[in-house]
């Protein structure tokens, strides 16, 4: 058991946090999650508020899902190089399992930009002044 443990122990050194992310298919909304599906990040675009909150919470579920489904893929891999087919058997057990048809349709992540300089403008960030809502703190 001593020499399962330490390859384990070994494979997840090498491995790095195991994190899964995924977008909606129009990008407005990415949902970064840990093994087993605790969410780590959502980022929502201003595209994302336009459709109201069913809509929204709808589309962050089903994103959290497949980004649950690629991080557990990506345990079971590490899993799977240090114990071979027990490895699967464990992480199975711990209800960490995954549904494949959910990684089929998943598009590429959108390449990620550096961040503007602090202070920056809105149009240094791609935004359109023009599209903002009016709320109470900003009136046109």
Known sequence: MSEQRHRLEAALAAAGPIIGTASGDDGAV?????VGGRI???RLTRHALR????F?????LSVAA???AKANQRAHQVY???LGSRGESYLDQLGLSYDPAQLADEPAPPPRRA???PGGTANEYGDDPADYPETWMRRR
């Open 30 to 34: 990415t949902v970064e999650v840990e």
């Open 40 to 42: 780590r990040a959502v």
């Open 51 to 54: 459709y109201g909150g069913k």
């Open 56 to 60: 929204l919470a709808d589309t962050v």
């Open 66 to 68: 497949k980004a649950t």
């Open 80 to 82: 799977a190089q240090a």
């Open 115 to 117: 961040p503007a300089a």
